[in-house]
């Protein structure tokens, strides 16, 4: 299946060109909502448990890889260690002027992860109809999968899979 | 790849949901593009485009500055020239580097995002109120259960709902009344420096009293020198005569030494303990209040709960204060089931005036009024405060008398407001779902009620520490959570009437 829904996008560009037209020729049918797990108390880590309405239209593996990818991101960006006590201190010796010219770590990460976030996107959950959200412009409350019917079928909402007969069953 | 070039092209806001066709959006082009600072829901102030942010009150901060500055200023004027002279002229140049350094963190404190959490997009909000639904059964006669509970390192930890934001906020997360916005790892809300202090400028805070704290003890150290080094040669009065601004500057020092020492000493023990303000003022992990009670946040050695205060990773800001407004976003079809509440009816929010928003929570209030939300609790006629000040939209915030003679029809699912951004109109949409909120106040409504005028109960504790800033051995906080003012009744019966009488021009 994997292999087929490459062919479709190298073969067909005009199915995705782009993901604005993943947005033209889609509707927005549903939102699931990952919440946070504090269960390790404040650092950022999101809920691994599977949606049920992404059943049928993602593995499982695809998704907690994906998920599990972000936690790992987020516990290196909060990680306390050598590297984000120097740069602490060499911040505060400096009274926090050399955040002017110098980037966070933390801030390295989220770029990171909103790669990450995109080659997702366009790799995986795109052809499947679906679309992440950064959890950043959610405030780091969720991460926000946005789950797109065809506007070309039938116009029923029920989870018809015919998303650009990109995915390949 | 020419389809991952493509996809590269574009930046990564245009990935998410919102559609940028002209076809579309036909009247985005002709509205300004505006940033995000200029709508933002919470009662802060913005300056320099949304690079300095601050609470509403900012008179006490001036006065801050203004004391820093006069007192340090006299100093470097009146003593300085004698110390340099007489002593050395390293204190001079130790006394700018403590001062720079005191500006330096007092402005930072000020000025940056105290780690505000955004509040919930309609969907959110939406897909929480379904969950809640889900769980409690979907009768409406139970009220939903507002508070989650988790265990973080072995302790239960209870999340709240906070009604404004609509977020189950994070631990140790906390709503300034205030600001009105959540923030993250809440300490307290400072009026001298006029703003909150939460995860991200409480390093800054802290490193502002201990440098004051340094600073006015090298200033009244040196003054006092001073003096003492002049009234050996001239005599003490002629001492005094000659830099009269050393006794200002005394004066000034001797006052702020207790209450600015005292600040430093306790947040020193907060950072060692890993405790906020906020959780010390409520024994939220004293042992007192349970032999397992302790706090799952420390580390348990000082020297790393320390350094992971100061040290620590230092968090962006969440609220994007200086990016674009986007057009909106396509939203969900509504679901049928009319159960949401709030999310319902939010695709028509922006085709309506806030007018017919108020008229709409109105009828929505006065329908809920002829359903017995309250049947269980309604002993006593309980009335729904509204602020007076919003001119245009007191409609919205009619105050009505619920009880006892509502009980006769079932509860129907009656219509919910439109959730807009003004206050007035979402906290009539929170008047109702409250009443399971018996967490420790005495009247579930009254809570709401407090909302518009007052603190919370669950709020109470937290701005408290705006008195803890000068007074910090004392907790000596004036709890009060006064829920009705009996002078504003006459004008919320004045509201209501012309609240009806409106509805009956609709």
Avoid at chain 2, 69 to 76: H, K, R, S
Avoid at chain 2, 422 to 432: F, I, K, N
């Amino acid at each position: 299946m994997d292999i087929r829904c490459f062919t479709v996008l190298i073969f067909c560009p005009t199915q995705f060109h782009n993901l604005q037209e993943l947005r033209h020729s889609a509707s927005l049918a549903n939102k699931v909502f990952i919440q946070r797990d504090y269960s390790e108390g404040t650092t950022c880590r999101f809920q691994t448990k599977f949606p049920s309405e992404l059943e049928s239209r993602i593995e499982l593996t695809l998704f907690e890889e994906t998920v599990k990818t972000l936690n790992n991101f987020y516990a290196e960006a909060e990680k306390i260690g050598g590297q984000s006590y120097l740069e602490g201190c060499l911040a505060c010796a400096t009274a926090y002027l050399i955040f002017l010219c110098m980037e966070t770590r933390y801030e390295k990460v989220l770029k990171k992860i909103a790669k990450y976030i995109q080659e997702q996107n366009e790799k995986i959950y795109a052809p499947r109809g679906l679309l992440i959200t950064d959890p950043i412009e959610r405030g780091m409350r969720v991460i926000e999968i946005s789950i797109y019917e065809d506007r070309g079928s039938s116009g029923s909402s029920s989870g018809s899979s015919s998303v650009s007969g990109s995915t390949a069953r | 790849m020419h389809l991952g070039e493509s996809m590269r092209e574009c930046e990564y806001s245009q990935i998410s949901t919102r559609s940028s066709t002209p076809m579309e959006t036909p009247y985005k082009k002709r509205t300004p593009k505006r940033k995000k600072w200029e709508a933002f829901p919470g009662r802060n102030k913005f300056y320099c485009d949304g690079r300095i942010m601050m609470a509403k009150q900012t008179g006490v901060f001036y006065l801050t500055l203004v004391l820093i500055l006069v007192t340090c200023g006299l100093f470097f004027t009146f003593d300085c020239p004698f110390l340099a002279q007489e002593l050395t002229p390293i204190i001079p140049v130790l006394g700018g580097a403590l001062f720079l350094f005191v500006l330096g963190t007092l402005l930072r404190t000020s000025f940056s995002d105290p780690g505000v959490l955004p509040r919930a997009t309609p969907d959110e909000a939406a897909d929480l109120e379904r969950q809640i639904d889900v769980a409690n059964g979907t009768t409406g006669y139970r009220p939903p259960p507002r508070t989650k509970e988790v265990v973080i390192n072995g302790q239960t930890v209870k999340l709240k709902y906070c009604f404004t934001c609509k977020i189950f906020r994070p631990p140790r997360a906390s709503h300034c009344s205030l600001c009105d916005n959540c923030v993250e790892r809440f300490d307290h809300h400072c009026p001298w420096v006029g703003n909150c202090v939460g995860r991200r400028n409480y390093r800054f805070f802290y490193m502002f009293i201990l440098s004051l704290s340094f600073l006015t003890i090298f200033i009244f150290a040196f003054v006092i020198t001073h003096i003492i080094l002049s009234s050996y040669r001239k005599g003490f009065l002629t001492a005094l005569k000659e830099s009269p601004a050393s006794v200002l500057e005394v004066v000034v020092c001797f006052f702020s030494v207790w209450s600015i020492v005292g600040l430093s000493g306790f947040h020193t023990y907060l950072i060692s303990s890993n405790q906020t303000t906020n959780e010390d003022i409520k024994g939220s992990w004293s042992s007192k209040r349970g032999k397992d009670n302790y706090n799952p946040y420390s580390s348990g050695n000082i020297f790393t709960n320390c350094c992971m205060a100061l040290c620590g990773p230092l968090p962006p800001s969440l609220i994007d204060r200086r990016g674009f407004i986007e057009a909106d976003a396509p939203q969900m079809a509504p679901p049928t089931n009319g159960i949401t509440m709030y999310g319902a009816t939010h695709s028509q929010q922006s085709h309506m005036c806030d007018q017919d928003q108020c008229i709409q929570s109105t009828k929505f209030v006065l329908q809920a009024a002829a359903t017995p939300l309250l049947q269980q609790q309604s002993s006593e006629p309980v009335i729904i405060t509204s602020s007076p000040e919003n001119g245009t939209s007191l409609p919205a915030r009619a105050s009505l008398t619920l009880g006892g003679p509502c009980t006769s029809l079932p509860l129907g699912q009656p219509t919910p407001p439109t959730s807009t951004p003004s206050l007035s109109c979402h906290e009539a949409a929170d008047m109702l779902p409250i009443h399971g909120h018996t967490l420790n106040h005495t009247h579930p409504l009254q809570e709401q009620a407090a909302l518009h005028h007052y603190l919370t109960p669950e709020e109470v504790p937290s701005p408290p520490g705006m008195l803890h800033c000068g007074s910090p051995l004392g907790h000596s906080h004036t709890v009060q959570a006064s829920f009705y003012n009996p002078a504003s009744q006459d004008s919320l019966h004045e509201d209501s009437v012309r609240g009806l009488v409106k509805l009956s021009s609709v």
